[in-house]
């Protein structure tokens, strides 16, 4: 249900709207039938209505629950109880929804809950992820006709913390997502491109922002068992049961995996994961976050396509298996969110985080050292501590509704005995290639504003951001630390209009950017520090039948300079200027109470700038994907569903001339639920496809090879694999 408590100022109704178990529901639509003035509450539940008088009658919505009516009898301390409900695509008001985005990504996760990682990650429309080290390395990610890598160009946060690492010693942007339990994700929210004020560096082709549960329903524990030594247990439980405004919960997760291939990868995770929120009479909100996750795992690396075409080695073969490493995380984080007044809000988090990362790589067996062979580790150890603050105030010029949110935040990195070092067996350190201390602090501060005329609303901004980059060399002789900064400012225009209640268009534009690695930017004297993006989207979010939600996006994307990092080398090499356009397309339909069908195609056309045609294809670069799948929630106890994901044929060069193969790979899983119990089977690969996880262009050469090759290696993709789970609730 949902309760509300009401004090009038003038025309002014304040309330909260919370659920059946007292917290707080965001993003709940309040429409006043008298006066037609609306609201939506805040993550507080918190809203304010004008216009709005004793005898006035009050609707209040939101996706999953149940409509009612109310008419104010009075205006302080009124209670009102709403009961949750099956989701029912044809209640969404498109014109009353807060973010549809938002409400999409929370009926995915309703109707299609997750239990991995990945999952979380394919959650995002036209987000392609792949694996290749063993499950322990963080996914590469493919957007937008983005060969991200880790995620140079795709801000990823948590709970308002960053998950890119700036100048880390794998890659730039390096986000490992590991760390969170799937099961305490509550709401996943993302945009497409670079027009957000409050996204800062990484967001070029587009961010995602996960946050997690403030509360359990119900305390949970489930345990998973596959093939190749496949198993994982997860435990939910809930601390404080019927305890007025306060919410404490502890969540833990163990997975341990041989994978399928040769050489046993020995993957082994733990999570654990513990949170408190707690209301104040004014409806304030404290929130503390603490997390530990630690990892190892052995792995096969990329093979190179040869030695599987002449027989020598299987798909799940190695040429070097003694890839591998190990990293850990620890988080601590607390936002508070605080009404200064009836059109003024707060929301401020500081976070700390400590991270240790260790890789074992070879990439080229024993083209660079015939003797000793080309493997590579890298290690970091970093602490980083940042806060953000964000201040929303909502008044009027005229008859102009104006909502301005600005904000400010700090970011510091201190990465001690960042390194790159050729190695043999993990053992024996044959040559420093790179070591040394890295700081890196980053202070940003934004401004949005958001005008609405009736159907119509602009919404321009501005960001600026400011950089010290600060580099020790441990191999020089001399002590010297090495210093660049650089300030960048980033301007956003958006436009929405709201053609009908159920058709909505938007032109967005704006700059984006990131960052370089520091040990680069010094070494360069400050070139190419923040390469900026320049893009625009033209879309619409429509509704045309009651159980059909269509949303699609003509865009473009220029970026001044994109960057590729060399492993083994230990530079980042500036590619030039690149361009990329194309079409996004996404549908959600609920065919039956219980059936819904989802997709989201994408596709892309993307160059250089600078090479002549032919000769300007950008490596890797998707230019198809389709997502997609049909999903049962809750039909007699039964939920489960059937998905599909499909990357096309893409150059894995700048002439095209030797090509990543695509791919179809089908999932399926069925779940029943008796009582408190649940039995769950899962299927990835339904129809045991050979498919090529990741792949790259690679010059190799075996210990037995006169002359290199340059051709696939690549990383297989998961065989038929068959899981079981069961979950009890309590």
């Known amino acids: 249900m949902t309760c509300f408590a009401f004090t009038a100022y003038g025309q002014n109704v304040k309330g909260r709207v919370v659920n059946e178990l007292n917290q707080p529901l965001e993003a709940a639509y309040i429409y006043n039938q008298a006066s037609e003035s609306h609201a939506h509450t805040s993550g ?5 209505i004008a216009n709005t008088k004793l005898g006035d009658s009050l609707r209040i919505g939101l996706l999953g629950y149940k409509t009612r009516f109310i008419t104010l009898q009075s205006i302080e301390n009124l209670n009102f109880i709403l009961e949750e409900k099956a989701f029912q695509l044809d209640e969404m008001v498109i014109t009353e929804e807060l973010n549809t985005v938002s409400t999409i990504s929370r009926l995915d996760l309703n109707v299609t809950p997750v239990n991995s990682t990945q999952e979380v990650l394919r959650k995002v429309p036209g987000l392609f992820i792949g694996q290749h080290a063993g499950g322990g390395k963080a996914e590469q990610l493919f957007l937008r006709g983005f060969d991200i890598d880790h995620g140079t160009d795709v801000s990823i946060s948590v709970d308002g913390m960053p998950v890119n690492m700036v100048s880390h010693a794998h890659g730039q942007g390096y986000s490992d997502l590991h760390f969170v339990i799937p099961e305490t994700v509550n709401k ?3 945009g497409k491109g670079g027009y957000y004020a409050q996204e800062g560096d990484f967001n070029t082709a587009g961010y995602v922002n996960f946050k997690t549960k403030d509360y359990l329903k119900e305390s949970e524990v489930s345990f998973s068992v596959g093939q190749f030594n496949t198993m994982r247990t997860v435990g939910l439980f809930n601390l404080l049961e019927d305890t007025k405004n306060q919410n404490a919960y502890v969540a833990l997760e163990y997975i341990n995996t041989d994978g399928p291939f040769e050489s046993p990868q020995n993957f082994n995770r733990l ?11 004014e409806n304030d909100k ?3 976050t603490a997390s530990h996750f630690t990892s190892r795992w052995d792995a096969s690396g990329q093979i190179p396509q040869r030695e599987v075409d002449n027989g020598n080695i299987s798909r799940f073969g190695a040429i070097d298996d003694t890839e591998g490493g190990q990293t850990e995380r620890t988080n601590l984080n607390v936002t ?24 074992y790589s070879n990439f080229t067996f024993f083209l660079e050292d015939p003797i000793n062979g080309d493997q590579i580790y890298q290690k970091e150890d970093r602490n980083i501590f940042g806060a953000n603050t964000a201040i929303t105030h909502t008044t009027f010029l005229g008859d102009t509704e104006l909502t301005l949110t600005s904000g400010i935040g700090l970011r510091h990195d201190i990465s001690d005995d960042v390194e790159l070092s050729r190695t043999l067996n993990r053992s024996t350190t044959l040559e420093n290639i ?15 504003a958001a005008f609405e005329f009736g159907k119509f609303k602009v919404a321009p901004a501005l960001r600026l951001d400011y950089f010290k980059f600060m580099y020790n060399d441990a191999l020089q002789s001399n002590y010297q630390t090495l210093s660049e900064t650089k300030t960048i400012v980033s301007p956003k225009l958006n436009f929405y209009y709201n053609a009908q209640d159920n058709l909505q268009l938007y032109l967005k534009s704006g700059l984006g950017f990131h960052s370089n690695d520091t040990r680069v930017v010094v070494a360069n004297g400050g070139e190419d520090i923040l390469p900026r993006s320049y893009g625009a989207d033209l879309g619409s979010v429509w509704k045309p039948f009651p159980k059909l939600v269509v949303n699609s996006a003509l865009w473009y994307l220029f970026l001044e300079q994109e960057f590729v990092y060399v492993g083994d080398a230990g530079i980042v090499e500036p590619s030039g200027k690149t361009r990329r356009f194309g079409l996004d397309l996404g549908l959600r339909y609920q065919l039956t109470d219980w059936l819904f069908l989802d997709t989201d195609a994408t596709l892309t056309n993307a160059r250089s700038v600078d090479d002549p045609d032919g000769e300007n294809y950008i490596p890797l670069a998707p230019d198809f994907t389709l997502i997609g799948g049909l999903s049962v929630d809750d039909l007699n106890g039964f939920s489960g569903g059937l998905r599909f994901r499909y990357l096309d044929d893409r150059a894995a060069n700048e002439d095209n001339s030797i090509v990543a193969e695509g ?6 899983n069925v779940n029943y639920r008796l009582q408190n119990i649940t039995f769950g089977l899962a299927i990835e690969n339904l129809f045991d496809v050979d498919w090529n996880e990741t792949q790259f262009a690679t010059e190799s050469r075996l210990q037995n090879e006169a002359q290199s090759v340059e051709e696939i290696h690549f990383t297989p993709g ?11 609730r309590f």
């Not at 200064?340 to 990362?357: E, R």
């Not at 790179?434 to 949005?448: K, M, R, S």
């Not at 791919?663 to 399926?668: L, Q």
């Open 663 to 668: 791919y179809m790979v089908t999932d399926f």
């Open 188 to 190: 996943i929210d993302f």
């Open 434 to 448: 790179q070591l040394g201390d890295i700081n890196q602090t980053n202070i940003d501060a934004f401004v949005n």
């Open 286 to 288: 404290l929130t503390l």
């Open 271 to 281: 999570n654990l994961f513990g949170k408190y929120v707690m209301f104040s009479p």
């Open 718 to 728: 998961t065989p038929f694999f068959i899981k079981g789970t069961v979950s009890y």
């Open 44 to 48: 507080n539940g918190v809203f304010v």
């Open 336 to 359: 508070f969110d605080k009404y200064i007044d009836d059109h003024t809000s707060l929301s401020a988090n500081a976070f700390y985080s400590h991270y240790a990362f260790e890789l």
